[in-house]
């Protein structure tokens, strides 16, 4: 089975940068798409990022050019790069499987990762 361990979110001020880990287990991150969402207080979840060999890379509009998502297949970890952040982008950010047209493919999720980013 599957299981994601998200880390790395904390309080920041606007401008800043941060850099989340997701470390898998139960599956490898060679070979498939795998992805960043988040989920904003009284909203629902989103996919910020998608990447894998097959399909790329894909963003939300409001994160291109400002997020990068990386993957550490020695590790089994996938990184995501977060610079000049603004208020919008404060939610949890959990990791899963997926593409961006499908969304989310395990049903398992982790405990994610806080992001908030406030003056």
């Known amino acids: 089975q599957v299981h994601f361990m998200e880390s790395g979110g904390a309080s920041v001020e606007p401008g800043t940068s941060l850099t989340l880990s997701c470390t898998i287990t139960?599956?490898?991150?060679?070979?498939?798409?795998w992805g960043w969402y988040r989920q904003g207080q009284g909203t629902a979840r989103e996919t910020v990022a998608t990447?894998?060999?097959?399909?790329?890379?894909s963003y939300l509009p409001s994160v291109e050019g400002r997020f990068t998502l990386r993957r550490d297949r020695a590790a089994n970890t996938m990184f995501l790069y977060m610079t000049n952040l603004t208020a919008e982008d404060s939610g949890r950010y959990y990791c899963?499987?997926?593409?961006?047209?499908?969304?989310?493919?395990?049903?398992?999720w982790g405990q994610g990762t806080q992001v908030d980013v406030s003056p």
């Open positions: 899963n499987g997926g593409t961006w047209s499908e969304g989310p493919q395990y049903s398992t």
């Open positions: 139960g599956r490898s991150l060679f070979g498939q798409q």
């Open positions: 990447e894998g060999a097959v399909w790329g890379a």
